[in-house]
């Protein structure tokens, strides 16, 4: 794709209202913008990166033998009012009447709504376990909302539930579903603690956090730099219970929650399976959500420096931005776009920048959105047949002959991935 026509609006100054570093280049960067507090537009940019973070959500929930599907967003209040959740959540949930005087209510999320059709189509042990998942869109009225993407009224999450006929099974895609996570969280260039935590207003007796260590996270985490343990923040003392020594507190940013949740919405739904023995029983449930559309900042936050973002691999826009420093001089850009054929025929994803600006804005540009490589393509080099290849994690450059670029990017790619 050309720059000029993928409507990347940079900015070069910080927008006021910007609080966290990851909303300040989210801005900047033009991978988004505000339409009111808790509610963003994700921008063409953006939108790439939050796509290939759903690719990989999606593999790694398939690899596992879990199916995806699409709730309604919509909900009948009713549906709360039988778990008691309506209270629990009080003014957290958008409550609604339509006009034939329905009460409803916009899905903060959906373990009443899952319960609801797995009750109506599950009837048999023959029939368990079964695992299914979404990502879509959430909507919880935050007395706050901050950090741009970190807390939203507005936000995208993918939530998983799993239907067992005892705890043994339960126990098994808890730990399938544990692993998964994190997969998900290392492909996306995440580093994260995992912590025993409390399952609120969810429910179960077991449930664990995956906390992204971040400066501006509302969460502490108490950290072990020895054995890498991590436990939830304690008002007394801070020992490891795996080493004995010494715990540090840690910022961070909850990215995903796991639970057991047992029968709490089972019972409470009659959602019921008949077993081998023709007796009916309760449901045996589990729940596993990722904050999808906060694990875009959350990456930004993990993964910049001075200049901008640096993208992981995995979840970079594209793979490759190529620099032509002249568009008007007529030999380089026939190099530029004959580049940008082969590179892109090669499976790889292409930003070709031609806009008519100077150098230097194109490389602050580049460095400011975060795509892995940069292909610089100038008078000099075209003399010599050659391109300066940057890497962005670490700027270091060099100068390749051009019929080796294809072959140096994918060595590059798939070492930096």
């Given amino acids: ?98 006009r034939r005087g329905r009460k409803l209510a916009l899905g903060p999320t959906h373990e009443e709504v899952i319960t609801d059709l797995v009750k109506n189509n599950i009837s048999s042990y023959r029939q368990l376990p079964l695992v299914l998942y979404q990502i879509q869109t959430k909507f919880r009225d935050e007395m706050r909302p901050r950090f741009g993407l970190i807390r939203c009224c507005e936000f995208i999450m993918k939530d998983a539930y799993s239907f067992d006929q005892d705890e043994e099974g339960l126990d098994k895609n808890y730990r399938l579903m544990h692993e998964a996570y994190r997969k998900i969280f290392a492909r996306c260039g995440l580093k994260t603690l995992i912590t025993e935590a409390d399952s609120g207003v969810m429910g179960g007796k077991v449930s664990h956090e995956f906390m992204a260590p971040s400066p501006l996270g509302e969460d502490i985490v108490l950290s072990c730099s020895k054995c890498g343990t991590a436990k939830a923040f304690q008002e007394e003392g801070a020992l490891c219970p795996s080493c004995g020594k010494d715990m540090e507190k840690v910022n961070t940013t909850e990215v995903g929650h796991i639970f057991k949740l047992g029968t709490k919405y089972s019972q409470a739904m009659q959602a019921n399976f008949s077993d081998h023995s023709g007796q009916l029983k309760p449901l045996i449930m589990g729940c596993y959500g990722i904050g999808v559309s906060r694990l875009v900042a959350t990456i930004i936050e993990q993964n910049n420096d001075a200049d901008g973002i640096i993208w992981p691999a995995e979840v970079a826009p594209f793979d490759i931005v190529i620099l032509p420093l002249d568009v008007n001089n007529r030999d380089l850009m026939e190099s530029a776009e004959r580049l940008y054929r082969k590179l892109r025929d ?72």
Wanted: net charge neutral.
């Fill in 1 to 98: 794709m050309f720059w000029s026509r993928v409507f990347i609006p940079t900015l070069k100054e910080t927008p006021k209202e910007a609080e966290s570093l990851s909303h300040q280049l989210l801005l900047r960067a033009g991978f988004a913008r505000m339409l009111m507090a808790g509610a963003y537009t994700y921008l063409p940019m953006g939108l790439r990166v939050l796509e290939k973070i759903q690719r990989i959500i999606r593999q790694e929930m398939n690899a596992i033998g879990a199916s995806e599907l699409l709730l309604p967003a919509l909900h009948p209040l009713e549906l709360w009012q039988r778990t008691g959740r309506d209270k629990d959540l009080g003014e957290v949930m958008y409550k609604l009447e339509d």
């Fill in 346 to 417: 090669s499976g790889k994803e292409v930003l070709l920048d031609d806009r008519d600006e100077r150098a230097g804005i194109k490389f602050k540009d580049a460095d400011l959105t975060g795509i892995p490589l940069s292909i610089v393509v100038g008078k000099k080099g075209l003399e010599e047949k050659k391109v300066e290849l940057r890497i962005r994690k670490d700027k270091s450059s060099s100068l390749i002959p051009e019929d080796s670029v294809p072959e140096s990017v994918s060595g590059i790619l798939s070492r930096t991935g």
